[in-house]
């Protein structure tokens, strides 16, 4: 299991441009870090090189001694800025392949729908959910097959209000219980979170 995630010295290029270097962070069980910077400056970059996804130029990424593809097959969470929620399939068929794919079941998905309100949504083709709807059925693998890692990007747009402070909530639990988030955002988070600017290599990280 997860309990810290430890970024030391990482550089980070997209396109043949260096986004930034020498970045570095430690984690600990409980703690949630918000990443902001301006758009293009990497965020969402170092969470796809956090979730494996993306190489690093230079540095390391650990995960307190978990062998790191064990770590990224079944530790961690990454909830996109983009939903990726096919719009020809039901919300129902989409919980539950998200669901079962990362490690839940249908029980699990029937529980993630009712914290998150979804079920009246479940019939429904996902193109017809609003914004915030899709959201919500996109966060809800989080909760459906929990995993210690919590890798978010702009997680609270386009949620409204209300649902901002219920998903704080739920951010909240999970680093109760030992969980750890980084979150890529421009609006600060719901929750208590250290911050983490991220800056070009022109003026260091």
């Given at each position: 299991m997860i309990r810290s995630l430890e970024l030391r010295g990482v550089a980070l290029s997209r396109g043949g441009r260096l986004l930034f270097?020498?970045?570095s962070l430690s984690l600990g069980a409980g703690e949630a870090c918000a990443l902001t910077g301006a758009n293009g400056s990497g965020k969402t970059s170092l969470l796809r090189a956090v979730a494996g996804l993306a190489a690093i130029e230079a540095g390391e990424v650990g995960f307190g001694g978990v062998d790191p593809a064990d770590a990224r097959a079944g530790g961690l969470h990454l909830a996109g800025h983009q939903d990726g929620l096919k719009p020809a399939r039901t919300a129902r068929e989409e919980l539950e392949f998200w669901s079962v794919w990362?490690?839940?079941?249908?029980?699990?998905?029937a529980g993630a729908a009712e914290a998150l309100e979804l079920r009246p949504l479940l019939d429904l083709e996902v193109r017809r959910l609003s914004a915030g709807q899709r959201?919500?059925?996109?966060?809800?693998?989080?909760?459906a097959a929990p995993r210690?890692?919590?890798?978010?990007?702009?997680?609270?747009?386009?949620?409204?209000?209300?649902?901002?402070e219920r998903f704080g909530a739920m951010m909240q639990t999970h680093l109760a219980g030992g969980g750890l988030i980084l979150a890529a955002v421009h609006d600060p988070l719901p929750i208590a979170a250290r911050t983490l600017e991220i800056v070009g290599p022109e003026m260091g990280a």
């Open positions: 270097k020498g970045l990362s490690g839940g079941d249908a029980a699990s998905a959201r919500r059925l996109a966060l809800a693998r989080l909760l210690p890692l919590w890798l978010l990007d702009e997680p609270l747009s386009p949620l409204d209000a209300a649902w901002r």
